[in-house]
């Protein structure tokens, strides 16, 4: 299975640092973040890796090169504007076949297992159901994001429920969820699952183990001093 890092980002709430630093080369625990992703990728058995990029991409390429320090294949999908979640993994189908792939938001931060969730993906993708779509990984609801996006139930991701939960950003997704996504054009990803979900062509899993959404400089800040304590 190969996985793709969305890196494409902006990062408009994290300004100053991201006007002239792509959010995913911000580092934390003396790494960037996008790095800590690579290793934990390498980890878990992934050999190869998509990145996309728009707002100074270029410094992602130098930064992380082909990938071979870490013992990963990478290539890139630039996108001259940033195409949104859905349109950049569409923008990028070429570069990762015609199997399911997992995909990890670049400016979080997580100790997922990654390899756990392929495994997951593809057991529930092979257990006699109709063609699964997406596998997301869901967590707790931080305070930034008191209501949640998604809930489970019996495995299925489901669009309301008793607990809601907070996609993780990291997910495994067929290529056929893409299908109606015209590539170069903008695209969100919520409305893509949403229909999956009435098709009965999406799962999920409840993780509640060491993840950050980092979405301001303070919460960066608090991250790195965390991780330091731990060097």
């Known amino acids: 299975m190969k996985a793709m890092i969305l890196a494409a980002g902006r990062g408009e709430r994290m300004r100053p640092l991201t006007d002239h630093t792509p959010k995913p080369l911000l580092q934390v625990g003396g790494k960037p973040l996008i790095v800590w992703h690579l290793e934990r990728l390498a980890k878990a058995g992934f050999k190869e890796i998509v990145i996309n990029h728009a707002h100074l991409g270029e410094q992602i390429e130098q930064a992380l090169g082909d990938g071979r320090q870490w013992d990963l294949h990478i290539q890139y999908s630039p996108e001259k504007v940033a195409l949104e979640t ?50 997301l990984v869901l967590v707790d609801n931080p305070p930034q994001h008191p209501a949640g996006d998604f809930a489970i139930q019996d495995d299925m991701l489901m669009n309301t429920g008793k607990q809601m939960l907070t996609f993780s950003g990291v997910g495994v997704y067929h290529p056929d969820l893409f299908a109606e996504v015209t590539k170069g054009q903008p695209a969100k990803l919520a409305p893509l699952l949403r229909k999956a979900i009435e098709g009965k062509a999406a799962t999920a899993q409840y993780y509640q183990g060491v993840w950050h959404d980092i979405g301001t400089p303070e919460r960066l800040a608090n991250l790195d001093m965390q991780l330091s304590k731990l060097i």
């Open 86 to 135: 859905a349109g950049g993994i569409a923008n990028a189908l070429h570069l990762l076949g015609r199997g399911p792939f997992l995909v990890v938001n670049g400016d979080t931060y997580t100790e997922i297992d990654f390899n756990i969730i392929a495994l997951r993906a593809n057991i529930y993708a092979g257990a006699g159901h109709a063609l699964k779509l997406a596998h």
